[in-house]
């Protein structure tokens, strides 16, 4: 599947089939006809299909848990290990279940907090240790009760902030698992969100896409936690003038991020669709490139993460239809329709 909103401009030559061996030989340059990475499909997800889950990377595994299954908000948690291309399931979430919670890991630790367990906003949060296979409840999230918000780790500390409590939401507090404490640090910059992303490079945070009153947003911003401070960067959308030419589309909720090296990955959800694209971000030229379509099914609600150069993309629902799939995204892979 290819977007029509690629940025990248392919030149297609006819090819003329040229039997050699037995084998069909295509003419032309290989090279002008590669789309930029690859989908391969794995290990179904182990758990019920659920949507608006949490996830995040320790070490060399990935972990997926909480979220809603059309039916029940759920507490089961579950580990991917790559190398074996299987899920292991890991103690159950202590807390309610909930969905539009928010997960990331700090050092060889994970975190869980925030959300909505059908009811009630959620503000409890809790510590998972792998290595125990173990949840601590730790100090309530200071700031109002909520969900569709967004968390990450920077060094030694944890970030959690905007979504929605009743009204759209921009704060942003930093936790200290060494003193189970929490601070107010400077709140996201530009309009109030929820449901957007964050992904880190190289130390620093970016936040962007979600929606504030119905109104898909595209300013995207860069934390610097040395100074405390957001910087605006090109926005998501080709609707303003800016200082480059491109095709971007990128605004939307409930999309996926996860970070490869200096790369951001943003993917899937859209404005009100299940979606498939996939964009990349170079944080050196703060330009952003549509890559290859994912290939699993359109959706929204998933969950992304990535271990050592691999993204992965699993959950999500399109409508009233809920995934358990799981799919490698390899970036700088070629395009092959057929994995």
Known sequence: MISPM???KFVWYFAFLVIASGTLVSCGSSSDSELIGNSVKLSDFEGVSRSDAVGFTIGDRGYVGTGYDGTDRLTDFWAYDPVKNTWIQCADFPGEGRNGAVGFAVGDKGYVG????????????????????TWTQKADFPGTARYGAIGFGIDSLGYLGTGYDGNYLKDMY???????????????????????????INGKAYVGTGVDNGIYEDDFWEYDPATDT?????????ATAQSFDDDYAMTGSNRVAFAIGDRGFVA???????GTDIWEYNSSTDLWEQIHDFEGSGR???????????????????????????????PD???????
């Open 333 to 339: 892979d070629t395009y092959n329709e057929y994995d």
């Open 6 to 8: 690629r940025k990248k």
């Open 114 to 133: 925030t959300g909505y367990d059908g009811i009630e906003k959620l503000k409890d949060f809790y510590q998972y240790d792998p290595s125990t296979n």
């Open 174 to 200: 930093a936790y200290n698992p060494t003193t189970d404490t929490w601070k107010h640090v400077t709140s996201v910059g530009g309009s109030k969100r929820r449901d957007a992303v964050a992904f880190v």
């Open 300 to 330: 929204t609600e998933a969950v992304g993460f990535a271990i050592g150069n691999v993204g992965y993309i699993t959950t999500g629902r399109s409508s009233s239809y809920y995934f358990d799939d799981l799919w490698g995204i390899h």
């Open 230 to 238: 957001w910087t605006e960067k090109n926005r998501l959308s080709d």
């Open 268 to 274: 899937t959800g859209g404005q009100g669709v299940a």
